[in-house]
């Protein structure tokens, strides 16, 4: 119950606009712990860092909620030149994407909007080896996204497009099992969104216990499976799962985001499983900024740390 007030807190008052502004001008340096840079230029050699340490990149370029077509369309554009710079830098491009942030919800020539710029990203990672990752947003949009999921599976394949599910949702075990005919790539979260108590489990053992779960089905199905948390015991469970049930190491994967764990991180690399650290960059990185301080009350101290520094 406390995590829930916390979060609640901390998000309520990060959508003032003073405190939004008061952040932005005085918290950049602290930010760039979670986020890899304004540019993508920064994006991509952080990429090349990481590499150095056996982890993988997953490119995220921030901005979510975007209100009219010609900046969902511009948001699109800047994820492809994304795709064939990190390409030409001898990078696989993998890349998330908020469908809300290329134009979900808005039509253009008498179709959804994010589905096509979608389109146009998932058949350019494919030209180039890539990899898109639909992310997933707030319980609204979970319906429409899981929709467009399955018909960018069934345009392009499997191997180019995954989606994510949150645990904290009710509704998610069934999404899961919906999704199995797909043997989708799918990557597991708790879910990060300030979502109603009528749709999503307030405690947080419930949440864990969700998780826990829909990993051990994901994988049982032989799904291909991201999991994505900084939680050590989830982690060590689902090592001693894969072992006892004789699931092998290409079939899964850890996932974290930048900044969180790196140590953790590095230690998995070693032990020789496949590692993806979520990389956020761009000029947009406040609401994400604000989720992450949402999640761990420490760091909210540390962001105060930083502003009096600053
Ligand atoms: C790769 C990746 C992609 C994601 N994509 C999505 C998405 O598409 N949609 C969505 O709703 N959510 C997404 N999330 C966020 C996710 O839902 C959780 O909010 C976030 O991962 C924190 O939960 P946890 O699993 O790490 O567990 P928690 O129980 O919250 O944390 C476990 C431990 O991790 C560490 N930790 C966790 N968060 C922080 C933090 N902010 N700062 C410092 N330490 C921390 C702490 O040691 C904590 O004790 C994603 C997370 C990851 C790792």
């Known amino acids: 119950m406390f995590d829930r007030i916390y979060r609640s807190t901390v998000l309520g008052v990060a959508t003032q606009k003073p405190i939004e502004n008061l952040v932005r001008s005085r918290a950049w340096s602290v930010a760039q712990r979670f986020v890899a840079g304004e540019e993508s230029s920064s994006a991509i050699q952080a990429v090349q860092e990481l590499q150095k340490d056996g982890v993988l990149g997953n490119f995220d370029l921030l901005g979510e909620f975007v209100t009219d077509p010609a900046t969902a369309n511009e948001f699109a554009e800047k994820i492809l030149a994304l795709q064939a710079q990190a390409a030409a830098a001898g990078i696989k491009p993998y890349i998330s994407v908020k469908l809300s942030s290329v134009g979900q919800g808005m039509t253009q020539d008498g179709q959804d909007l994010g589905l096509q710029n979608a389109r146009r990203i ?26 467009q999921f399955r018909t960018l599976v069934g345009e392009f394949g499997r191997e180019y497009v995954g989606t994510v599910l949150q645990s904290y949702l009710y509704r998610t075990e069934a999404d899961r099992d919906g999704l199995d005919d797909l ?39 032989g799904n291909y499976t991201n999991v994505a948390t900084h939680d050590e015991s989830i982690i060590d469970d689902v090592k001693m799962f894969v072992l006892s049930h004789g699931i092998p190491k290409s079939q899964f994967e850890f996932q974290m985001l930048y900044g969180i764990r790196r140590d953790l991180q590095k ?13 956020p960059y761009g000029r947009d990185w406040y609401a994400y900024f604000s989720r992450r301080i949402a999640e761990r009350p420490a760091n909210v101290m540390f962001v105060l740390r930083g502003m009096l520094k600053g």
Request: aromatic share 8%.
């Open 267 to 279: 230690k998995l690399a070693a032990e020789g499983f496949t590692v993806r650290v979520y990389l």
């Open 183 to 221: 043997t989708p790539n799918l990557r597991i979260v708790k879910g990060a969104y300030l979502e109603p108590e009528s749709v999503a489990m307030p405690q947080k053992a419930d949440v864990d216990a969700g998780y826990r779960r829909l990993v051990y089905a994901n994988l049982k199905s």
């Open 122 to 147: 998932v058949s350019q990672a494919r030209e180039l080896g890539g990899f898109v990752c639909l992310d997933m947003e707030d319980h609204t949009r979970v319906d429409v996204t899981l929709q």
